[in-house]
């Protein structure tokens, strides 16, 4: 591997990047991505495992998001590591660190894959949800997931309905996307005075969500769909930005 090694040190030491640190890079790529070839090492990849490592992000990450691109969204052997940079790097602009999206993308894109290629903006929808509340990705991923089935969607429903003296349909919310579900449950908490209701139905109605408490419940209440909307345009830019520009640690927004 030392001409490798070499190769991306000249590459990327300007921007702070050891002969140490590109070894690194490439061992993390040879124990994390199945389509490494140590016969034909992609320069592009190493170097990019190697600057997102100096961002914060643990090679192993970084080589399990690129995996997650390749084998499960389609990406080329030659192109999975510009995608997964521009996940990961989304969420800059809007204070998201990349070692936050990288632990949220590595645990939950596999998750949302049965959106096919939406999945992708889903998840980039979850990240704005979770800046918009302050609540983690795990715990949103948690509250959508009560309509993944017409048993736990007709459970959820009820129990909101019955407290709330909303008329959420469970078969609706079965047939949203993750963040639709959000934004429904967030407005209907909202709209039905949930802040101002008593402590027993408070405490039944975040449990009825799987929260582990009722500050989280009106985080989700509380949260502004417009903050949302601009969150996820300003990640839209970012996203195309580092699909269209090579990655430097000298970029204003990284």
Do not use: C
């Not at 390749?70 to 192109?79: I, L, N, P």
């Not at 802040?195 to 405490?203: A, G, H, S």
């Not at 996820?232 to 990284?254: F, I, V, Y």
């Amino acid at each position: 591997y030392l001409s490798a090694i070499m190769s991306v040190y000249r590459s990327t030491a300007m921007a702070g990047v050891t002969m140490e640190q590109a070894g690194e890079a490439i061992a993390d790529l040879a124990n994390g991505y199945s389509s490494f070839n140590p016969a034909d090492i992609n320069k592009g990849m190493v170097e990019n495992v190697a600057l997102l490592k100096k961002l914060g992000v643990s090679g192993s990450q970084a080589a399990g998001v690129m995996e997650t691109m390749h084998k499960v969204f389609g990406e080329t052997k030659e192109s999975a590591d510009e995608a997964a940079v521009a996940v990961i790097g989304m969420g800059m602009k809007i204070g998201i660190s990349t070692k936050k999206m990288a632990a949220d993308a590595e645990k939950h894109l596999g998750t949302l894959a049965f959106h096919g290629e939406q999945a992708i903006e889903v998840f980039q929808g979850m990240a704005a949800a979770a800046k918009a509340t302050g609540l983690e990705m795990d715990t949103l991923m948690g509250v959508a997931s009560k309509f993944d089935t017409f048993a736990d969607a007709a459970d959820t429903a009820a129990k909101l309905n019955s407290v709330l003296g909303t008329q959420i349909d469970a078969m609706m919310g079965i047939n949203m996307l993750e963040t639709d579900r959000l934004k429904m449950i967030s407005s209907e908490l909202a709209s039905s005075g949930f802040q101002y209701m008593d402590k027993y139905t408070q405490l039944y109605v975040a449990q009825s969500l799987g929260l582990k408490d009722v500050g989280a419940a009106l985080k989700l209440a509380k949260m502004n769909a417009d903050d949302w909307d601009q969150y996820m345009a300003d990640m839209d830019a970012e996203k195309e930005r580092l699909e269209s520009e090579p990655m430097s640690l000298d970029s204003p927004e990284l």
